[in-house]
Structures are given as C-alpha cells and as structure tokens.
C-alpha cells in the first residue's frame, strides 16, 4: 500500500476534525490539556519526519500550533522523567531520579508534602485529573494520584504492570477495577481504549468549569499488541517481520504493531481536538503533546527502521539527544500562532512555570522550580528568559550525567566508576559524532566543574560524586 493511500484509509478510520460548533463564553481561566506518549522518539511522528508511520491528527496540531525543535524530557526513562515533570525540578534537585521497583505493585514514591503541577493547579480552582500511568508511587502510598492534587485517576499505578496493554487490573483514584474479561491470562479487554474513553468523559464533565487533564497514555511502550483493527490492517503486511518472543507478551509482527501503536495514539489526539470542538471550548484550551523519553528497542521494536530518533543519536536510557530530546507540539488557538516552530530550549522542568505563568499565579515562595516558563515564546509576547543550562542524571547502565549550555553538550559515562568523558557542539553536530574533548580542554574544564556541582545529594538514589 502506497503512503498516500495509507493516509487515505487514516483519514477514513475517524473524520475527525470535521465538525465545528459554535464557541460558548470563554472560562475564567484556559482548559489545559496535556498529552503524554510513553518511549515515543522524536522522529516517530510525521510532524518531525516520520516518512513510515501516518500520524495525520498530529500533523493537522502542528499545522493549528506551535512545535518546540530543542524540547526534553525530564530523563531518559520514565519514573524520573515523570517527577521531573510533577515537581518543576531537574534530576539533580528531584526526588525521583530512577526506576526504582517497590513489591508487589509500585515505584518510589514522593514524599506526601511534595509540591506538584497537580497541586498548584488543583488550589487556582481547577478540577484535575490523570488518565493512563503513573509510576510514582505504590498503592496507599503518601505519593498516589488523589493525594498529589488529582481529583481524578484512572489507569496503572504501576509503570511496571503497564507493559501489558490486557491488564488483570486497573486503578479508580483508590479503587482496584478488576478486568474480568482478563483474568487468567485472557486478552480481550485493550487498556488505552479504556483510559481513553475515560479522559474523554472526563472533559465532557467539566466543559463548564477549568479543568486541568494529563493523559498519560502507554502507548507505543512494549508490549507492542493492540487491537486488530482498521489500523493495525494498514500495516499488517507492510513489512518483512521478525515475530518476537522475550520478556514481554510475543508480538507476531513487531513493526506492523509497533506503527499501528503510534497511528492509534494520533487516532486518540485527533478525538481529543474533535471533542473540544464539539464541547465549544478549543478556542479556550491549551493542549500540549509531547513523549517521556527516547524510543525504545524493547518487545521486539526497531527504532533504526522506522528512523525513530530522527537526526540525533542515541535512544531511552541514553543520555545523548535521542535519549533525551522529545517533540512537543502546543495548541491553543488564536492565541498561538498556527503552523509555528521554535528553537528555544526548554524542558520538563519548565511546564509548571509555564502553566503558572499562563493562569497568572506565582509559585509558592518556599517552593523553588529548575524550570522558566516558555509563555512568552508561546504567546509572542515579552522577553523570554533562557536557560543557562540544563541537567540530566540516570542511574544505571554504570551512571551517566548530561549537561547542555547553549550549543555545548557534556555527556560522561560510568560516572560511578571510570568516568569517559565526551563533550559535542550541538550546532555543528547535531548526531554527536565529533568527541571535542581534547581539542577544547578549556571548555571541557569549565563544563564539568559546573556539572559536578549542580546536583544535590539523595539519600535514596546515591550517586558518586567527586566534589
């Protein structure tokens, strides 16, 4: 099948975008509607060069919105990227800086006193919610959705329970929902329609009242199955396949499945637009759209083969671009200017600013965010601020730090033993291919002496450090 008719049938699964109804009165303050991919590359979606996979819903966001070029994620797996995300905070300064398991069914959780995106927009007057996964927290932790500043939760406690899309169970704010339909090993209940489904009742409820949305949906994470329907038909036999089985549910086509993942998330962005209009309120709500981290090679996936990291180097648990550096596209309409991009580099710690800054509220005094907002460059109004650098840490793999400042990257691996030290100039090199270590010594000096120094220690995610 040709890309042309492959975009033809997309564009047949779901007429979104068709309708329009008139706008009812503006609320006091923006809707925000903030749409979370799981191990989505930068260069999955067609707005950011995908040639393979359609994402048409997404392309028709970056025609109406504005795309970041240097956007990242709070790191390069999920947990931490999330609290990144959740607090304001960088991996230096986060609770959260690893995938750190807690048995039977959880991950670390944040202290209950946290200050949380959640939180802040919860106290301005916003109804909050979370679909999808969370990962920060055990149930009956101090850190589960409702005690964070969400009214609402519906998905996966577990980020580790959420690499199956045929859950035995899901998660109502406190409320184990048994899936019958999937005890036993049985199939048959596809979480995400049902997350989605969820998130999208939730808007209809609060059309009328500000609302504050996070979907955090899965996809395309391994496991890579879903549903074998009209679009998972587009690319069933598109592709010479390896069918996969490993540590993850077996995939008989890997790459069909994989594609189909990314074509049902856009499925999902593309009814989310559509809802807003048909609610009367896309005039006044923002929806951003971006990915945790890097594309993954688990469950049988081929981020090489679908190009999935674009022009960067690197995927998730590394720290160079591709491990790191995610789309992000913003719409909101007549107030951002529809088919836009930007150059400004920002990252996960900048959202709440951002959403501070947007609903006119200053951040608590004694709460302090790694983050600026970016409202000026998404509004085209004022002087926006720049970062003087950025900071990643990840725990494993022998532990790897990340420093940008302006076009300079430091990546040094085996940071807890024998660290390798590689410094790259992002403007001339954007695969980093050309290790500048030895030519510029002056710059690699001052670089890490800054890196070392930007962290704050943690008790629960040690890190060696030779201050």
């Given at each position: 099948?040709?890309r042309q008719?492959?975009?033809?049938?997309?564009?047949c699964c779901?007429?979104?975008y068709?309708?329009?109804?008139?706008?009812?009165?503006?609320?006091?303050?923006p809707?925000v509607?903030?749409?979370?991919?799981d191990?989505?590359?930068?260069?999955?979606?067609?707005?950011?060069?995908?040639?393979i996979?359609?994402?048409p819903?997404?392309?028709?966001?970056?025609?109406?919105?504005?795309?970041?070029?240097?956007?990242?994620?709070?790191?390069?797996v999920?947990?931490?990227?999330?609290?990144?995300?959740?607090?304001?905070?960088?991996?230096?300064?986060?609770q959260?800086?690893?995938?750190?398991?807690?048995?039977?069914?959880?991950?670390q959780?944040?202290?209950?006193?946290?200050?949380?995106?959640?939180?802040?927009m919860?106290?301005?007057?916003?109804?909050?919610?979370?679909?999808?996964?969370?990962?920060l927290?055990?149930?009956?932790?101090?850190?589960?959705?409702?005690?964070?500043?969400?009214?609402?939760?519906?998905?996966?406690?577990?980020?580790?329970?959420?690499h199956?899309?045929?859950?035995e169970h899901?998660?109502?704010n406190?409320?184990?929902?048994?899936?019958?339909?999937n005890?036993?090993?049985?199939?048959?209940?596809?979480?995400?329609?049902?997350i989605?489904q969820?998130?999208?009742?939730?808007?209809?409820?609060?059309?009328?009242?500000?609302?504050?949305?996070?979907?955090?949906?899965?996809?395309?994470?391994?496991e890579?199955?879903?549903?074998?329907?009209?679009?998972?038909?587009?690319y069933e036999?598109?592709?010479e396949?390896t069918?996969?089985?490993?540590?993850?549910?077996?995939?008989?086509?890997?790459?069909?499945?994989?594609?189909?993942?990314?074509s049902?998330?856009?499925?999902?962005?593309?009814?989310?637009?559509?809802?807003?209009?048909?609610?009367?309120i896309?005039?006044?709500t923002?929806?951003?759209?971006?990915?945790?981290?890097?594309?993954?090679?688990?469950?049988?996936?081929?981020?090489?083969?679908?190009?999935?990291?674009?022009?960067?180097?690197?995927i998730?648990?590394?720290?160079y671009?591709?491990g790191?550096?995610?789309?992000?596209?913003?719409?909101?309409?007549?107030?951002v200017?529809?088919?836009?991009?930007?150059?400004?580099?920002?990252?996960?710690?900048?959202?709440?600013?951002?959403?501070?800054?947007?609903?006119?509220i200053?951040?608590?005094?004694?709460?302090?965010?790694?983050?600026?907002?970016?409202l000026?460059?998404?509004?085209?109004?004022?002087k926006?601020?720049?970062h003087?650098?950025?900071?990643?840490?990840?725990?494993?793999?022998g532990?790897?730090?990340?420093?940008?400042?302006?076009?300079w990257?430091?990546?040094?691996?085996?940071?807890?033993?024998?660290?390798e030290?590689?410094?790259?100039?992002?403007?001339?090199?954007l695969?980093?291919?050309?290790?500048?270590?030895?030519?510029?010594?002056?710059?690699?000096?001052?670089?890490?002496?800054k890196?070392?120094?930007?962290?704050?220690?943690?008790?629960?995610?040690?890190?060696?450090n030779?201050?």
């Amino acid at each position: 099948m040709n890309r042309q008719n492959i975009a033809k049938v997309m564009l047949c699964c779901a007429p979104l975008y068709a309708c329009n109804t008139t706008q009812t009165e503006e609320t006091q303050k923006p809707n925000v509607i903030y749409i979370l991919a799981d191990d989505l590359g930068y260069g999955d979606i067609e707005p950011y060069g995908q040639e393979i996979i359609k994402t048409p819903y997404l392309t028709q966001m970056a025609s109406e919105g504005m795309m970041f070029m240097q956007h990242y994620a709070g790191s390069t797996v999920s947990a931490p990227s999330r609290g990144s995300l959740m607090t304001g905070l960088h991996t230096g300064n986060s609770q959260i800086r690893g995938n750190k398991e807690i048995a039977p069914e959880g991950q670390q959780p944040m202290e209950g006193d946290t200050y949380t995106i959640g939180k802040m927009m919860k106290q301005e007057g916003y109804t909050t919610g979370i679909f999808g996964k969370w990962g920060l927290g055990y149930p009956e932790s101090p850190s589960i959705p409702k005690k964070m500043g969400f009214d609402e939760f519906y998905g996966y406690n577990c980020q580790r329970m959420a690499h199956t899309y045929y859950p035995e169970h899901l998660w109502r704010n406190e409320e184990k929902v048994i899936l019958k339909d999937n005890l036993d090993g049985a199939r048959n209940t596809y979480s995400q329609e049902l997350i989605h489904q969820e998130a999208l009742q939730f808007i209809r409820n609060n059309k009328d009242k500000p609302f504050f949305a996070m979907l955090t949906y899965t996809l395309p994470h391994a496991e890579l199955n879903l549903p074998h329907d009209s679009i998972y038909h587009i690319y069933e036999d598109m592709f010479e396949e390896t069918p996969y089985s490993g540590g993850y549910h077996d995939s008989e086509k890997p790459r069909a499945s994989f594609a189909a993942m990314v074509s049902l998330l856009d499925k999902y962005v593309g009814e989310v637009m559509l809802e807003l209009k048909e609610l009367g309120i896309d005039d006044n709500t923002i929806v951003i759209f971006t990915s945790d981290n890097g594309p993954h090679m688990e469950g049988g996936a081929d981020p090489k083969f679908f190009n999935s990291s674009g022009p960067l180097r690197g995927i998730k648990r590394d720290l160079y671009e591709g491990g790191i550096r995610v789309p992000m596209i913003v719409r909101y309409p007549n107030k951002v200017e529809a088919g836009s991009s930007t150059n400004h580099i920002s990252a996960f710690w900048d959202i709440m600013p951002t959403l501070a800054n947007l609903i006119n509220i200053e951040l608590p005094s004694e709460e302090q965010t790694d983050g600026i907002s970016f409202l000026p460059t998404l509004l085209n109004k004022g002087k926006q601020q720049e970062h003087e650098y950025l900071y990643w840490e990840f725990h494993e793999g022998g532990g790897r730090l990340a420093l940008r400042e302006g076009d300079w990257k430091m990546v040094v691996l085996n940071a807890k033993t024998e660290e390798e030290v590689e410094l790259y100039n992002l403007a001339n090199d954007l695969a980093e291919t050309n290790n500048l270590i030895d030519e510029e010594a002056d710059k690699a000096k001052e670089m890490y002496d800054k890196l070392k120094s930007i962290r704050t220690e943690s008790s629960i995610f040690p890190f060696y450090n030779n201050n």
